[in-house]
T-cell receptor, first 114, second 116 residues
Framework: AQKITQTQPGMFVQEKEAVTLDCTYD???????LFWYKQPSSGEMIFLIY??????QNATEGRYSLNFQKARKSANLVISASQLGDSAMYFC???????????FGTGTSLTVIP | DTGVSQDPRHKITKRGQNVTFRCDPI?????LYWYRQTLGQGPEFLTY????????KSRLLSDRFSAERPKGSFSTLEIQRTEQGDSAMYLC??????????????FGEGSRLTVL
């Protein structure tokens, strides 16, 4: 089974609007971390936001927030007030406490329309 | 400190040749990872070092692949007898020792390999 599933290959959003990128995960570990990365066309992976499995509140970092629904095993990224520079690939990732790997999803390509 | 650096950024080689990539992690990070990313896919785990010890290797890492991290500092990833299927972006990332599962990966800009 896939550890991380991103079901939206591509998304479009109007500039200044909010957009939600979906991510579901699969783990039996009680402790894990969830991460979102942005990869612009230049190729570098840029860390955006982190959510711990025991965190009571949803993580927020500026215009990024993580909608964490533990029972549903989902960790959706919400980008508010989209900007043209947000156009990129976005990857959801998970790290289990029992392992060393980060598992990545297949990514969502976001295009911000002016 | 300028972050994780990788060299070369681009490598074009003929099938059957050997290639080597170098990664210099952030200096205080003792964890180092290699990932492979093909077009339209997410990064796939290849191998992981804690200091100089290679603690985990993916099944993707065939006998033609070898990675080292002498002295727990920089790391090299060598691919012998390259095949066209090896064409990909090779990403290096580092991370400090963390409690439990926190601590994001810091990625380099990647080394793009094209095998002709």
């Amino acid at each position: 089974a896939q550890k991380i599933t991103q079901t939206q290959p591509g998304m479009f959003v109007q500039e200044k609007e909010a957009v939600t990128l979906d991510c579901t995960y699969d783990t039996s570990d009680p402790s894990y971390g969830l991460f979102w990365y942005k990869q612009p066309s230049s190729g570098e992976m840029i860390f955006l936001i982190y959510q711990g499995s025991y965190d009571q509140q949803n993580a927020t970092e500026g215009r990024y927030s993580l909608n964490f629904q533990k029972a549903r095993k989902s960790a959706n990224l919400v980008i508010s007030a989209s900007q043209l520079g947000d156009s990129a690939m976005y990857f959801c990732a998970m790290r289990e406490v029992t392992g060393n790997q980060f598992y990545f999803g297949t990514g969502t390509s976001l295009t911000v329309i002016p | 400190d300028t972050g994780v650096s990788q060299d070369p950024r681009h490598k074009i080689t003929k099938r059957g040749q050997n290639v080597t990539f170098r990664c210099d992690p952030i200096s205080e990070h003792n964890r180092l990872y290699w990932y492979r990313q093909t077009l339209g896919q997410g990064p796939e785990f290849l191998t992981y070092f804690q200091n100089e010890a290679q603690l985990e290797k993916s099944r993707l890492l065939s006998d033609r692949f070898s990675a080292e991290r002498p002295k727990g500092s920089f790391s090299t990833l060598e691919i012998q007898r390259t095949e066209q299927g090896d064409s990909a972006m090779y990403l290096c990332a580092s991370s400090p020792t963390v409690q439990a599962n926190t601590g994001e990966l810091f990625f380099g800009e990647g080394s793009r390999l094209t095998v002709l």
